[in-house]
């Protein structure tokens, strides 16, 4: 059987059968692709130049004085860091082995003292001298004229 898209398809012919005829129907379609063409080419060549340019920024800065002051003292806690104004003080710390010396008061020795006296006789052996001066006469004999003494003991 044919059939027949146009309009007035599918009427009877004389034989009494209707006849269909059928007519194709044809599209264009768009089909879009790419594809890379070379066109031309370029050559890069990098030139490097240098200039000085001055940069001035004013930068903060803390200049800081160390002082070391020794203290050598016992604490019972350790210390904090702390502020005293502008100055900020970090104790240094160290652990030392202690070996204590002391006085300790093992006795007394009292000495009681009693005032006294006692008489003792003690032979002392003493020495004197005597000077006798005797004159010669030469014509009557010896003259006796001073006596002197002296002790030693």
């Known amino acids: ?3 027949d898209n146009r309009a007035g398809a ?11 005829a059928t007519i194709p129907l044809v599209e264009e379609r768009l ?6 063409v070379e066109s031309g080419r370029i050559r890069i060549r990098v030139e490097v130049q240098e200039r000085e340019e001055r940069a001035v920024q004013d930068l903060a800065r803390d200049d800081v004085e ?23 003080v970090i104790p240094v710390v160290e652990e030392v082995m ?5 006085l300790m008061l093992v006795e007394e020795i009292r000495v009681h003292r009693r005032a006294g006296s006692e008489r003792q006789e003690i032979p002392v052996m ?5 000077a006798v001066v005797e ?16 002790e030693e003991a």
């Open 126 to 130: 003493l020495k004197s001298e005597h």
């Open 1 to 3: 059987m044919i059939e």
């Open 98 to 102: 202690v070996v204590e010396k002391v």
């Open 66 to 88: 160390i002082e070391r002051v020794p203290r050598n003292e016992r604490l019972s806690e350790l210390p904090h860091v702390r502020l005293e104004g502008d100055v900020t």
């Open 10 to 20: 599918g009427r009877p012919h004389a034989g009494g059968e209707a006849e269909v």
């Open 135 to 150: 004159r010669d006469d030469l014509v009557g004999g010896t003259e006796h004229v001073a006596s002197s003494t002296r």
């Open 31 to 36: 089909s879009v692709g790419k594809r890379e």
